[in-house]
Each structure stands twice: as structure tokens, then as C-alpha cells.
């Protein structure tokens, strides 16, 4: 800007009328150029905003239009009338899908956060001798992928005659899990104080009643990031569902799948499906999401 | 001055029966104990100590001395690499810390953060399996002799620093253990909280009578609350004593300087004959000292009280120029320079926990610089020139090379002090 080298003015700087109110203006810095940036930002943002929401929306207005709505050409018109008949005709079809990957996801979810808690504690405030050798070793099967390990994990379910209903695919959940779960555990516990451990050994608890009086208590938020994890993980999984179970057992992901399947897809059916199949995640993060975000910063930033 | 809202209400109630121990106190003995950490650190070497039942020792020393290591060792937190371990009659070497019966009070207090107040409290007492009504009587007990009954529901969270140290000592007396052990409990609190809290502790130890390991880096706070003084520096028990004892007999250079506030003085003086010398001033050696008749170089220590303003008794007396006058009320610290060389060893450096040329900048010149102590009654200005007294009797000598006391031990030591 134009600051000259002359002295200023000494009477016309711009106050505003120093009335009863302006005395209780809070007086704020800021830059010259502010309305102008603060603008262009909520243009912006507003902006990606809507491209990131358009699939949402298709998604929305298509499971409520009837099957001579639904064309490519007509994609974003809206439809004629919010008939929820789309959601009836396909919810049966959803249902027993629905049930078993409840049954299978709240388990694997639970067990998984459980031990991985307890593994978690082991390796950072129990150490034992290898521990350093052990975790490296439990992270690696963060790295292994689905495909590589499908057919001998279906030929070892079958061995342990888990092949076919929700136990096996539950193990399997449970076993692909606890990498991420250790991980996000021993990370937890690591930010907590030693002397808290040591306490209570003083106090008289051994490792198992440390871990489940004086631990697990403590780790609240990272059990809340490690069963979304784990849950959103187990219920969107496709692959193991298929392999591992049986037609009885198939989960959502199986079921919503076979909405869409067929000579001709069903658009509106599909993506009726598909946001009924989409709630219970949701609802996990809405319910569990202040703790998420919580047990996300408190290794960073130390309580 | 109004008491401040966190002192314990144990004052408050002399009469009230206090939650006594009901057993005998036991003694704890360390036995040749070393520690020696995975990559060959030794932070506790070869430290032998017996406290007595019922008594509180102080461990003393700069950071990173091992008191702290010990103090962990006796609780089990900690194996030893070598020595045994009993408290009472029993060895408790390779005893887990639950089955020691030791409580302990930590540095960060160690509260659960999702307990309230009363389980906080009822926690050791409902892990050794104590019936739920005795675990009620007994934290309710103790809540009461330590002001806590109306936060009993509050979780750590919600409770103020010295709140949260009442609680972390509550945890510890409603135990009833054979020892407490105590990791600085109160370093984390203000400095004004810290001197009631001390005096509180105090009267505490005498009520209860349990015998108590205290772990400190203050020696002010070692020497009013320990019955009995445990000095530690790199891992080596230096002097275990009254404190008193450690005040006027130091074995070494290290404990005479660790020891007293402020420290004591030390400058490079020189023994001929039966009198001691430095910067021209000639001071006779103290009757029967083991030093007469020797020509040698000393390290010549004097506390800061030793001093007199004038000339008193026929005492030696030095000229000096004061350079700082600190006036602290009922009495001033007068600071000065020596002309002789200042003594700047490893002992001396421990004792203050200063790096080789920490203080380097603010003492330019390699002379020696004296702190007295003196009371406000003649006037002492900055610059001017006055006489000061010293007793020839509370001289301390120490060997230049291995910083070990010469002269007067305290068998030999003289009572005029």
C-alpha cells in the first residue's frame, strides 16, 4: 500500500463515532484485504464442497424415483415424488444380509479392539524381552492384501470347520484386524504416564487387573477410533464375506451387490440399497465420532 | 496471612484419632545394592543403607544421583543388578511390588484419571481383596484427617495441584503399608504450598510412624524432613547422618557443598606449620588439628555463618570490599571477592548441578568469591571496606586431589560449633 514518507495527517483518522456502542467493538487486527480473502475462501470451499457431495446426491434423489424415472440422460432432474416404494421393494431383499454382517461386524469390532487393546498395552507398558521384534513383525500384516491370503484362508476355515457361517468370518475379521488395532493401542498407551503403571503395582494390581482396572479405562478414545475402524472395515468387506460363508450367511456387501447384479440394473433399487446399507457406519461415526476425533489428537498433543 | 485453601486439615484436628498404623513399622536394609541399566549404565553403585523401623530417611543428591533408582528398587519397580533387599525380616529382592507392601507416592501424583476421588483412594485396599465395609471405614478415615471428604466424588480432573497431592498421599496412608516411599511429592506444587506441605508431611510421619523413604533434589527439604540424611552423587552413598552431623561434619567436598543454604565457601588456602593461609590472610589451625605440623595444599571451606562482622573473641579477621549486599530482612548475605584462586572441581560443580563454565561469564576473574551471612545491625554498603571475623574453629579442610575431608572428624570434632 501507499505508506509515504510524510508525516500523517494529525486530525482525520478514519474512528468511528465514538457513541455509546463503539466503545464495546472488540478491536480486531486484521489484514486490509480481509472481507475480499475471507470471501474468495467461502467461494472456494463452497465450491468443493458441492462437487464432493454431486455422487451423494445422485445417490439421494435416485433411490426416490420409480423405474421409468431412472435414465443416464435424466441423472440430475429431480424426481417427480419422494416415493419411498423403492426402499420397500428392496429392504427384503437387504435383510438377511443386513442381520448377519450386524451379527458379524459388532463382534469382530468388539473382539478385535479388545485384544488389540491388550496387545497394545503389552508392548508399551508391559514390555517383555523381543517386544521390539514382535510389533514390527504384528504391523506387518497391516501390508498383507486380501487377495494374497484368500484361498489358504478359506482351505484353514474349512480345516477348523469355521467355513461357512459367521464364526469363521468373525476369526477373520478378528486375525486381519488387530495390526491396525495394536497399532493404534500401543501408540494410545505410550502418551500415558509410566508412573500411572507403576502405581498400581504398588498399589497391588497385577498385569491383568492393571490392564483392566488402570488401563483400558484410560484408553476410552482410542477404543472409540479402533471399533469405527474396525466395524466400517468389517461391514464395507466383500471378499472374505463371499469366501468364507455360505449363502445363509452372506453379508450386506453380498447382498447389495446381487441388488445390482442382473441383466438389467435397477439404479434406483441399487442406491436405495446402498444408503440403507450405508447407515450403520454412519451411525457409528455420529454416535462414537467426538471420540474419534479426540482419541486422534491425544497422542499428539499429550492430554 | 490467609492459610492457603490447600493445606490439609490436619492441624485442624489434634485430638481425632489418625489412621495409625496397626503394624509394627519395619526397617528396610539395602545390602551392596547396584543397578546397572541395559547398556552398561550404573546409576546405583554397590549403596548399602539400613533404615531403622518407624524412621524417615531422606535421600539426598543432584538429578540423575540414582536416588530416584533406589527408591524404585526398594518398590519393586526396578530389579537390582546385585545386592539383596529386605524390609523388615524379609528379603523382598525378587518380590514383585504387590507383594512388598510398600506404598508410593509419585512425582506427577499418578491419580487413575477415570476414578473418582474415593476409589482412587480405596484402589490398593480393593486389590488386596479388603472387605468393602473396613475399605469404606478406612478411606472415609482417611479422607477426614486429610480434608478430603468433600471431594471424595470429584474425579483428579477436576481438583487443584495440591488437591491432587492429598489425594496421591491418602492413596499411600490408607494402605497401612510397613514402608512409604515418597518420589519428590512435592516438587509439582508452589513454592509457598510446598514449605506448609512440608511441615504437614512432617507432622504426618510423626502421627503415623511408619517408616518413610523420602526421594528429593532439595536439599533444604531433605535436611528439615529426614530424621536421617542419605547423600547420593553418580550412584555412591557419599554420608548417611543427622543432619546435623552432615552440616558440620561432610566426609567430602561434595556433601560440604551439597549441604547448607547458602553453601558454603571454598578457596585454594595453603597449611604451614600450625596455621592456614590465603590471599595474605593467616589463620591459626584449630587446636589438635591432624594438620599442624604439615606443609601442604588444601581446599579451605567456611560456611557462610562462620563470619562476624568486626573483630570478635580475638578471632581473624579479614578485609574485604563488598560487591553484592542482599538484603533479606532480619538479615543480609554479603557478597565478595578473595584474592585467591577460586575452586571449581567436579565435586563442587555436582553440588550446584553447573556445567564447567556455567557461571563463567558472571565470574570473570579465577578468584575465589565468598558469601556471608551477617545480621542487618551495622550498616554494610556496596564498596566500602569492612572487617569480618571468622571463627577459627568451624574451618573445614579437604584434600585438593581427592576432595576427602582433612581435619576435624566427627569423633575429633570440637563442640564449640
Same mark, same amino acid.
Given at each position: 500500500?501507499?505508506?509515504?514518507? *510524510?508525516?500523517?495527517?494529525?486530525?482525520?483518522?478514519?474512528?468511528?463515532?465514538?457513541?455509546?456502542?463503539?466503545?464495546?467493538?472488540?478491536?480486531? /487486527?486484521?489484514?486490509?484485504?480481509?472481507? +475480499?480473502?475471507?470471501?474468495?475462501? +467461502?467461494?472456494?470451499?463452497?465450491?468443493?464442497?458441492?462437487?464432493?457431495?454431486?455422487?451423494?446426491?445422485?445417490?439421494?434423489?435416485?433411490?426416490?424415483?420409480?423405474?421409468?424415472?431412472?435414465?443416464?440422460?435424466?441423472?440430475?432432474?429431480?424426481?417427480?415424488?419422494?416415493?419411498?416404494?423403492? +426402499?420397500?421393494?428392496?429392504?427384503?431383499?437387504?435383510?438377511?444380509?443386513?442381520?448377519?454382517?450386524?451379527?458379524?461386524?459388532?463382534?469382530?469390532?468388539?473382539?478385535?479392539?479388545?485384544?488389540?487393546?491388550?496387545?497394545?498395552?503389552?508392548?508399551?507398558?508391559?514390555?517383555?524381552?523381543?517386544?521390539?521384534?514382535?510389533?514390527?513383525?504384528?504391523?506387518?500384516?497391516?501390508?498383507?492384501?486380501?487377495?494374497? /491370503?484368500?484361498?489358504?484362508?478359506?482351505?484353514?476355515?474349512?480345516?477348523?470347520?469355521?467355513?461357512?457361517?459367521?464364526?469363521?468370518?468373525?476369526?477373520?475379521?478378528?486375525?486381519?484386524?488387530?495390526?491396525?488395532? *495394536?497399532?493404534?493401542?500401543?501408540?494410545?498407551? =505410550?502418551?500415558?504416564?509410566?508412573?500411572?503403571?507403576?502405581?498400581?503395582?504398588?498399589?497391588?494390581?497385577?498385569?491383568?487387573?492393571?490392564?483392566?482396572?488402570?488401563?483400558?479405562?484410560?484408553?476410552?478414545?482410542?477404543?472409540?477410533?479402533?471399533?469405527?475402524?474396525?466395524?466400517?472395515?468389517?461391514?464395507?468387506?466383500?471378499?472374505?464375506?463371499?469366501?468364507? =460363508?455360505?449363502?445363509?450367511?452372506?453379508?450386506?456387501?453380498?447382498?447389495?451387490?446381487?441388488?445390482?447384479?442382473?441383466?438389467?440394473?435397477?439404479?434406483?433399487?441399487?442406491?436405495?440399497?446402498?444408503?440403507?446399507?450405508?447407515?450403520?457406519?454412519?451411525?457409528? +461415526?455420529?454416535?462414537?465420532?467426538?471420540?474419534?476425533?479426540?482419541?486422534?489428537?491425544?497422542?499428539?498433543?499429550?492430554? | 496471612?490467609?492459610?492457603?485453601?490447600?493445606?490439609?486439615?490436619?492441624?485442624?484436628?489434634?485430638?481425632?484419632?489418625?489412621?495409625?498404623?496397626?503394624?509394627?513399622?519395619?526397617?528396610?536394609?539395602?545390602?551392596?545394592?547396584?543397578?546397572?541399566?541395559?547398556?552398561?549404565?550404573?546409576?546405583?553403585?554397590?549403596?548399602?543403607?539400613?533404615?531403622?523401623?518407624?524412621?524417615?530417611?531422606?535421600?539426598?543428591?543432584?538429578?540423575?544421583?540414582?536416588?530416584?533408582?533406589?527408591?524404585?528398587?526398594?518398590?519393586?519397580?526396578?530389579?537390582?543388578?546385585?545386592?539383596?533387599?529386605?524390609?523388615?525380616?524379609?528379603?523382598?529382592?525378587?518380590?514383585?511390588?504387590?507383594?512388598?507392601?510398600?506404598? &508410593?507416592?509419585?512425582?506427577?501424583?499418578?491419580?487413575?484419571?477415570?476414578?473418582?476421588?474415593?476409589?482412587?483412594?480405596?484402589?490398593?485396599?480393593?486389590?488386596?481383596?479388603?472387605?468393602?465395609?473396613?475399605?469404606?471405614?478406612?478411606?472415609?478415615?482417611?479422607?477426614?484427617?486429610?480434608?478430603?471428604?468433600?471431594?471424595?466424588?470429584?474425579?483428579?480432573?477436576?481438583?487443584?495441584?495440591?488437591?491432587?497431592?492429598?489425594?496421591?498421599?491418602?492413596?499411600?496412608?490408607?494402605?497401612?503399608?510397613?514402608?512409604?516411599?515418597?518420589?519428590?511429592?512435592?516438587?509439582?506444587?508452589?513454592?509457598?504450598?510446598?514449605?506448609?506441605?512440608? !511441615?504437614?508431611?512432617?507432622?504426618?510421619?510423626?502421627?503415623?510412624?511408619?517408616? @518413610?523413604?523420602?526421594?528429593?533434589?532439595?536439599?533444604?527439604?531433605? &535436611?528439615?524432613?529426614?530424621?536421617?540424611?542419605?547423600?547420593?552423587?553418580?550412584?555412591?552413598?557419599?554420608?548417611?547422618? @543427622?543432619?546435623?552431623?552432615?552440616?558440620?561434619?561432610?566426609?567430602?567436598?561434595?556433601?560440604?557443598?551439597?549441604?547448607?543454604?547458602?553453601?558454603?565457601?571454598?578457596?585454594?588456602?595453603?597449611?604451614?606449620?600450625?596455621?592456614?593461609?590465603?590471599?595474605?590472610?593467616?589463620?591459626?589451625?584449630?587446636?589438635?588439628?591432624?594438620?599442624?605440623?604439615?606443609?601442604?595444599?588444601?581446599?579451605?571451606?567456611?560456611?557462610?555463618?562462620?563470619? @562476624? !562482622?568486626?573483630?570478635?573473641?580475638?578471632?581473624?579477621?579479614?578485609?574485604?570490599?563488598?560487591?553484592?549486599?542482599?538484603?533479606?530482612?532480619?538479615?543480609?548475605?554479603?557478597?565478595?571477592?578473595?584474592?585467591?584462586?577460586?575452586?571449581?572441581?567436579?565435586?563442587?560443580?555436582?553440588?550446584?548441578?553447573?556445567?564447567?563454565?556455567?557461571?563463567?561469564?558472571?565470574?570473570?576473574?579465577?578468584?575465589?568469591?565468598?558469601?556471608?551471612?551477617?545480621? @542487618?545491625?551495622?550498616?554494610?554498603?556496596?564498596?566500602?571496606?569492612?572487617?569480618?571475623?571468622?571463627?577459627?574453629?568451624?574451618?573445614?579442610?579437604?584434600?585438593?586431589?581427592?576432595?576427602?575431608?582433612?581435619?576435624?572428624?566427627?569423633?575429633?570434632?570440637?563442640?564449640?560449633?
Amino acid at each position: 500500500m501507499t505508506t509515504t514518507a *510524510t508525516p500523517p495527517p494529525p486530525a482525520p483518522v478514519a474512528v468511528p463515532a465514538a457513541g455509546p456502542d463503539a466503545a464495546h467493538l472488540p478491536v480486531r /487486527i486484521r489484514s486490509r484485504w480481509a472481507g +475480499y480473502t475471507t470471501t474468495a475462501r +467461502y467461494i472456494t470451499l463452497f465450491a468443493l464442497v458441492c462437487m464432493f457431495l454431486l455422487p451423494v446426491y445422485v445417490l439421494l434423489i435416485t433411490a426416490f424415483k420409480d423405474l421409468a424415472q431412472v435414465s443416464p440422460s435424466r441423472m440430475w432432474e429431480w424426481p417427480d415424488s419422494l416415493s419411498l416404494d423403492t +426402499y420397500r421393494t428392496v429392504w427384503p431383499k437387504l435383510q438377511d444380509g443386513f442381520r448377519n454382517s450386524l451379527a458379524m461386524a459388532i463382534p469382530a469390532a468388539l473382539i478385535s479392539s479388545f485384544l488389540g487393546a491388550a496387545n497394545g498395552f503389552v508392548l508399551s507398558k508391559w514390555r517383555f524381552p523381543g517386544a521390539d521384534i514382535v510389533f514390527p513383525l504384528i504391523l506387518f500384516g497391516m501390508f498383507i492384501p486380501y487377495q494374497a /491370503i484368500l484361498i489358504p484362508m478359506r482351505q484353514a476355515m474349512s480345516d477348523l470347520h469355521l467355513l461357512g457361517g459367521l464364526n469363521g468370518l468373525i476369526l477373520a475379521h478378528v486375525i486381519y484386524g488387530l495390526p491396525i488395532t *495394536t497399532l493404534i493401542f500401543r501408540s494410545y498407551f =505410550t502418551s500415558i504416564s509410566d508412573e500411572l503403571i507403576d502405581a498400581a503395582q504398588v498399589d497391588g494390581a497385577g498385569m491383568i487387573r492393571t490392564f483392566l482396572f488402570v488401563a483400558l479405562p484410560i484408553a476410552v478414545p482410542a477404543f472409540a477410533v479402533s471399533v469405527i475402524w474396525q466395524f466400517t472395515s468389517a461391514w464395507n468387506d466383500f471378499l472374505f464375506g463371499l469366501v468364507l =460363508t455360505n449363502p445363509d450367511h452372506w453379508p450386506v456387501t453380498v447382498a447389495l451387490n446381487n441388488v445390482a447384479g442382473g441383466q438389467v440394473v435397477p439404479y434406483h433399487e441399487a442406491m436405495a440399497a446402498a444408503l440403507l446399507a450405508s447407515i450403520p457406519t454412519l451411525l457409528v +461415526y455420529i454416535l462414537m465420532g467426538r471420540f474419534f476425533m479426540r482419541g486422534l489428537m491425544a497422542g499428539a498433543l499429550k492430554g | 496471612m490467609p492459610v492457603p485453601p490447600d493445606v490439609p486439615a490436619v492441624t485442624t484436628a489434634p485430638g481425632a484419632t489418625v489412621a495409625a498404623a496397626t503394624q509394627e513399622p519395619s526397617g528396610v536394609e539395602l545390602v551392596n545394592v547396584t543397578k546397572r541399566f541395559k547398556g552398561g549404565v550404573e546409576a546405583v553403585k554397590d549403596v548399602s543403607l539400613s533404615v531403622r523401623p518407624g524412621e524417615f530417611v531422606a535421600l539426598v543428591g543432584p538429578s540423575g544421583c540414582g536416588k530416584s533408582t533406589v527408591l524404585r528398587m526398594i518398590a519393586g519397580l526396578e530389579e537390582v543388578s546385585a545386592g539383596r533387599i529386605r524390609i523388615g525380616v524379609r528379603d523382598v529382592t525378587t518380590d514383585l511390588p504387590q507383594h512388598r507392601d510398600v506404598a &508410593m507416592v509419585f512425582q506427577s501424583y499418578a491419580l487413575y484419571p477415570r476414578m473418582s476421588v474415593r476409589r482412587n483412594l480405596g484402589f490398593g485396599l480393593r486389590m488386596r481383596r479388603t472387605e468393602k465395609a473396613e475399605r469404606n471405614r478406612r478411606v472415609a478415615e482417611v479422607a477426614d484427617v486429610l480434608g478430603l471428604e468433600h471431594l471424595l466424588e470429584r474425579r483428579p480432573g477436576a481438583l487443584s495441584g495440591g488437591q491432587r497431592q492429598r489425594v496421591a498421599m491418602g492413596r499411600a496412608i490408607v494402605r497401612e503399608p510397613r514402608v512409604f516411599l515418597m518420589d519428590e511429592p512435592l516438587s509439582n506444587l508452589d513454592a509457598k504450598l510446598r514449605v506448609s506441605m512440608r !511441615a504437614q508431611l512432617s507432622l504426618l510421619h510423626k502421627r503415623l510412624g511408619v517408616t @518413610t523413604v523420602y526421594v528429593t533434589h532439595d536439599q533444604v527439604e531433605a &535436611m528439615t524432613l529426614g530424621q536421617r540424611v542419605a547423600v547420593l552423587r553418580d550412584g555412591v552413598l557419599q554420608q548417611f547422618d @543427622t543432619p546435623q552431623r552432615l552440616f558440620r561434619y561432610p566426609v567430602n567436598l561434595f556433601v560440604a557443598a551439597f549441604i547448607g543454604s547458602p553453601s558454603m565457601n571454598f578457596v585454594q588456602a595453603r597449611v604451614t606449620d600450625s596455621s592456614v593461609s590465603f590471599s595474605g590472610t593467616r589463620i591459626p589451625l584449630p587446636a589438635g588439628s591432624p594438620l599442624a605440623g604439615t606443609d601442604r595444599s588444601v581446599i579451605l571451606g567456611v560456611r557462610p555463618t562462620a563470619f @562476624t !562482622a568486626g573483630s570478635a573473641n580475638g578471632w581473624p579477621t579479614l578485609q574485604v570490599v563488598p560487591e553484592v549486599v542482599e538484603e533479606l530482612g532480619d538479615e543480609r548475605y554479603v557478597i565478595f571477592d578473595v584474592d585467591a584462586p577460586r575452586v571449581d572441581t567436579e565435586e563442587t560443580r555436582a553440588a550446584v548441578d553447573a556445567e564447567a563454565a556455567d557461571d563463567a561469564l558472571l565470574l570473570p576473574e579465577d578468584r575465589a568469591r565468598f558469601t556471608v551471612r551477617l545480621p @542487618t545491625d551495622p550498616p554494610i554498603d556496596v564498596g566500602q571496606p569492612v572487617s569480618l571475623a571468622l571463627n577459627p574453629n568451624r574451618l573445614y579442610f579437604f584434600d585438593p586431589e581427592s576432595g576427602a575431608t582433612l581435619g576435624p572428624t566427627p569423633e575429633q570434632g570440637s563442640g564449640e560449633q
